[in-house]
């Protein structure tokens, strides 16, 4: 692309914001693998000692952040 030329810049944009967004979806993805494994291992210790946390934990994190917190259910 020569100086002043807009021909190839939406081109050259869209190029730079999708390898961004690939790098920041791998980068959040090795984050959140560990996160999640954490969380999974705090919920079961929390039910071998006779509690059963799941509802009420969806409640709180949903009240607390919003979606993404469904109560389990099953068949879905």
Do not use: C, K, W
Request: charged content about 25%; aromatic content about 8%.
């Amino acid at each position: 692309m020569m100086p002043g030329d807009y021909a190839g810049l939406p081109e050259e944009v869209v190029n730079v914001v999708e390898s961004a967004r690939r790098t920041a979806g791998r980068s959040f993805n090795a984050m959140m693998i560990p996160a999640y494994r954490e969380i999974g291992r705090r919920i079961v210790a929390t039910e071998q000692g006779g509690q059963t946390p799941i509802a009420r934990l969806a409640d709180d994190l949903t009240h607390r952040f919003g979606r993404g917190f469904p109560r389990y259910q099953p068949g879905n």
